[in-house]
């Protein structure tokens, strides 16, 4: 016999499904599909607006869009390692090696120019730009609610759920490897060290690894056949998105707008 309190959980719980999933922040809880094509105006503009300031605008951009939606503490060091790993090597390699008039610094066969160190430091920038909308796009977006919002744009099932379970697999195999490595290093086997000792422990955890990966998509198989997932009838779905609203349109409309004008004038004004 249930209690008053058990019946009031449970109403509460089957009242989640009834609305629309929320984030409880504006910017989580954009459209998939519009916050896409918020990221790809701003990853056209980073690459036809002139100069450096563009593209370091954009990034300043990503910044500022990650601390307004909560996710700063995920993006940011992503973002940063992506500075200071890619974008410092593709402006040193250019700097070093493209040839300028105004030479800085010679050293042997590299030669630093202000040419060059103006084109790399344009080219880094371009380059982090792209991957900040990229970085972005996915920590503010759960691939569940991408794929969510393409089936409903009249994409099939079957390939939403390929990608899906394409990065999914992705996330098990770094989860299954850690878990490995664990029960290893309890053994006794020495996990950590130098490059050697490193590959040499990595090696005998690859079988038990990629079987129980395997073992994971064997499962995954027979709970879509429970589901009747390849029943022709129209799916259901547990989790529904926010409706799509004229501010958001709005939204969308000004930035693409603004992608549009920066490709007109890199194609008639500044270059």
Same mark, same amino acid.
């Given at each position: 016999?249930?209690?008053?309190?058990?019946?009031e959980?449970?109403?509460?719980?089957?009242?989640?499904?009834?609305?629309?999933?929320?984030?409880?922040?504006?910017?989580?809880?954009?459209?998939?599909?519009?916050?896409?094509?918020i990221?790809?105006?701003?990853?056209? !503009?980073?690459?036809?607006?002139?100069?450096?300031?563009?593209?370091?605008?954009?990034? #300043?951009?990503?910044? =500022?869009?990650s601390?307004?939606a909560?996710?700063?503490?995920?993006?940011?060091?992503?973002y940063?390692?992506?500075f200071?790993?890619?974008?410092l090597?593709?402006?040193?390699?250019?700097?070093?090696?493209? @040839?300028?008039?105004h030479?800085l610094?010679?050293?042997?066969?590299i030669?630093i120019?202000?040419?060059?160190?103006?084109?790399g430091?344009?080219?880094?920038?371009?380059?982090?730009a792209?991957?900040? =909308?990229?970085?972005?796009?996915?920590?503010?977006?759960?691939?569940k609610n991408? &794929?969510? !919002?393409?089936e409903l744009?009249?994409?099939? @099932?079957?390939?939403?759920?390929?990608?899906?379970?394409?990065?999914?697999a992705?996330?098990?195999?770094?989860?299954?490897t850690?878990?490995? &490595?664990?029960?290893?290093?309890?053994?006794?086997?020495?996990?950590?060290?130098?490059?050697v000792?490193?590959?040499? !422990?990595?090696?005998?955890?690859?079988?038990?690894?990629?079987?129980?990966?395997?073992?994971?998509?064997?499962e995954?198989?027979?709970?879509?056949?429970?589901? !009747?997932?390849?029943?022709?009838?129209r799916?259901?779905? #547990?989790?529904?998105?926010?409706?799509?609203?004229?501010?958001?349109?709005?939204?969308?409309?000004?930035?693409a707008?603004c992608?549009?004008?920066?490709?007109?004038?890199?194609a008639?004004?500044?270059?």
């Amino acid at each position: 016999m249930s209690t008053p309190i058990i019946d009031e959980l449970d109403q509460e719980f089957i009242d989640s499904f009834r609305s629309p999933a929320s984030a409880g922040n504006r910017i989580r809880d954009l459209n998939p599909i519009s916050f896409a094509v918020i990221m790809v105006a701003c990853a056209v !503009a980073a690459v036809t607006l002139p100069g450096p300031w563009g593209p370091a605008a954009i990034c #300043l951009i990503y910044v =500022a869009v990650s601390i307004a939606a909560g996710v700063s503490k995920a993006f940011l060091p992503a973002y940063g390692k992506l500075f200071a790993v890619v974008g410092l090597i593709l402006f040193v390699l250019r700097a070093a090696f493209l @040839p300028g008039e105004h030479v800085l610094l010679r050293l042997g066969p590299i030669a630093i120019s202000a040419e060059g160190i103006a084109q790399g430091l344009d080219f880094a920038l371009v380059v982090m730009a792209l991957c900040g =909308a990229m970085t972005l796009f996915f920590t503010v977006t759960p691939m569940k609610n991408l &794929m969510l !919002a393409l089936e409903l744009r009249g994409v099939t @099932p079957r390939a939403t759920y390929v990608i899906l379970a394409s990065f999914q697999a992705i996330t098990d195999l770094g989860k299954n490897t850690k878990v490995v &490595m664990d029960a290893q290093k309890s053994r006794g086997i020495e996990t950590e060290g130098g490059m050697v000792g490193r590959v040499t !422990a990595f090696v005998p955890i690859l079988a038990p690894v990629f079987l129980a990966a395997m073992s994971q998509t064997e499962e995954r198989a027979l709970a879509l056949d429970a589901r !009747a997932f390849n029943s022709r009838s129209r799916h259901s779905y #547990l989790v529904s998105l926010q409706p799509v609203g004229a501010a958001e349109i709005a939204l969308v409309c000004a930035v693409a707008a603004c992608a549009v004008l920066s490709i007109v004038g890199a194609a008639f004004i500044w270059n």
